[in-house]
């Protein structure tokens, strides 16, 4: 059964800092993998999505990595702002029924 | 911007009541599906729908019903709700291809039973 994890599972930065955030999956064979932001009281919004078949996948400050083998994605925030202060979530699909498993979230706070 | 919605954004009913949860997107997608969130706690699977007239539960066992008529429309229904009801629930759907495709998420459902 996959399961996947997030650490840590609370962040609080100063503005400015780079940081990352990491996801750990114990099944390697996935289709995918989605970074996703959530807002207190909203839905989520997808950040960043990589096959299986990539490495890494940037947008604008964002750089989201993928290591199947190893079973790690990290998420690199470059030069962090209060605005990205949300609970970041990484989800991942695969298996015999192509369903989206999703982490535990790492709940992000970036000081002003 | 993905066009998948719900409603109603946040409701609080009594014990014993019947409530659906709608949820509606215009892209088209086949697939669907349903998640449960408690605050602070991880999303849990609830129901998702392959394509019109599928529907199978998901990991989270849940006493609610969905269906699955029309392609943009995919309701939740839960006969009688109890206080241990009380959750987010988020509606989302994709494309149905074998990778690649990025889910869309709607705001989520609060549901409150007293």
């Known amino acids: 059964k996959q399961e996947v994890t997030q650490i840590p599972a609370a962040l609080s930065v100063p503005e400015g800092e780079n940081l990352v955030l990491n996801c750990s999956f114990t099944?390697?064979?996935?289709?995918?993998l989605q970074w996703f932001r959530q807002d207190p009281g909203k839905g989520l919004t997808s950040l960043l999505l990589?096959?299986?078949?990539?490495r890494e996948q940037t947008s604008g400050r964002l750089n989201a990595s993928l290591d199947k083998s190893s079973g790690r994605s990290t998420l690199y925030i470059a030069a962090s702002q209060p605005g990205d202060s949300a609970t970041y979530l990484c989800?991942?699909?695969?298996?015999?029924?192509?369903?989206?498993?999703f982490g535990t979230g790492t709940l992000l706070a970036v000081q002003p | 911007e993905a066009d998948i919605y719900q409603t109603p954004r946040y409701l609080v009913i009594g014990t014993g009541k019947k409530i659906t949860l709608e949820c509606s997107q215009t892209?088209?997608?086949?697939?669907m599906y349903w998640y449960q969130q408690d605050p602070g706690m991880e999303l849990h699977l609830i129901h998702y729908?392959?394509?019109?007239?599928?529907?199978e539960k998901g990991d989270l066992s849940s006493e609610s019903t969905v269906s699955r008529i029309r392609t943009e429309h995919f309701p939740l229904t839960l006969e009688s709700a109890r206080p241990s009801h009380t959750s987010q629930y988020l509606c989302?759907?994709?494309?149905?291809?074998?990778?690649?495709?990025?889910?869309?998420f709607g705001e989520g459902s609060w549901l409150t039973v007293v």
């Open positions: 729908s392959y394509g019109v007239n599928s529907t």
């Open positions: 989800a991942v699909r695969g298996g015999a029924t192509n369903k989206l498993i």
């Open positions: 989302a759907s994709s494309e149905a291809t074998s990778s690649g495709n990025t889910i869309y």
């Open positions: 099944d390697s064979a996935i289709y995918n």
């Open positions: 990589i096959q299986s078949s990539q």
């Open positions: 892209m088209g997608h086949d697939k």
